[in-house]
């Protein structure tokens, strides 16, 4: 039975991937986040007890609260979180529900350590063009909304990660890279535990167009020659991984919900 404020899992889970999302938090109890290691894509694990000092911080946003089975534990953070100016929800039946429907769920143990500010921090060569805006987009997306991605010059990445406790990606030797014909978006999706149908015909196309294979989706070659032009049009790095992360809400969405649409105007036997 929906609560009065409340948002179904299938629901969440459209809008999960989509700048539209609405923050997610988890207010599970320790143990119960120790019995089943993982998260609702995209959500943070904050203890309940201190509610009402967390909730303070999302003044004026949109926020979904999850607890084992959507009851008193998610309820009463939400009631907070409106307390304190949220627009806040509960996802219906919770944790368990979600996990249920079989949505996809986040393993705790791939998700690297938070700084200070509770965010990841990713490290990566500087001047980016393909995997190194899909890889942000899917973890901005789909693990921490508020992930730091720094780009250094590519000799110094393993040494910025150890100075400043950031994650290397997409460079040779570290975790989170090629693996095979794989790119760093494939690792990741697979890594996240983040499969779907969409984030599959996605990476199929990251990768066409990160490893010179045009042949594995006939998208990779513009998604080639837009990343190139982005890479030619910011000379700053994190303007143009902003412009990178609409494009790739924009290849989502299509492969989400479009790829049969088609674009024919004028109509065959229309006047011209």
């Known amino acids: 039975m929906p609560t ?3 948002i179904a899992p299938d629901k969440l889970a459209r809008l999960i991937g989509t700048p539209r999302a609405p923050i997610v938090l988890d207010v599970r109890e320790d ?3 120790e019995l089943d290691p993982r998260l609702i894509p995209a959500s943070l694990h904050l203890p309940y007890a201190a509610a009402e000092d967390w909730a303070k911080a999302y003044r004026g946003k949109s926020v979904a609260v999850t607890c084992q089975r959507g009851k008193k534990l998610a309820e009463g953070a939400a009631a907070w ?3 304190c100016g949220a627009d806040a929800e509960v996802v219906e039946g919770g944790f368990e529900a979600w996990r249920d429907a079989g949505l996809p769920l986040v393993p705790v143990a ?3 350590k938070r700084n200070a500010s509770g ?3 990713w490290v990566t060569r500087s001047r980016p063009k393909i995997d190194r805006i899909a890889c942000p987009w899917l973890i901005r997306r789909f693990v921490d909304p508020g992930a730091v991605f720094l780009f250094v010059a590519p000799p110094e990445v393993e040494a910025v990660g150890e100075r400043f406790g950031a ?5 040779e030797n570290v975790f989170w890279s090629h693996r095979g014909e794989l790119c760093t978006f494939d690792v990741m999706v697979a890594e996240f535990g983040l499969a779907s149908a969409p984030l599959e015909r996605l990476a199929t196309i990251v990768r066409g167009a990160d ?3 045009p042949d594995l989706a006939p998208e ?10 982005l890479s030619r049009m910011f000379a700053d790095d994190l303007e143009q991984l902003e412009a990178g992360i609409l494009l790739y809400d924009a290849l989502y969405r299509w492969a989400r919900d479009a790829t049969e649409e088609t674009h024919n105007w004028p109509a065959a036997g229309g006047k011209k």
């Open 31 to 33: 143990a119960a986040v």
């Open 110 to 112: 791939a998700i690297p």
């Open 167 to 171: 994650t290397p990606f997409d460079i």
């Open 220 to 229: 990779a070659a513009g998604l080639l020659a837009i990343s190139l032009g």
């Open 211 to 213: 490893t010179s294979r």
């Open 119 to 121: 965010a990841t921090v």
């Open 81 to 83: 979180l409106r307390h």
């Open 4 to 6: 009065f404020a409340s």
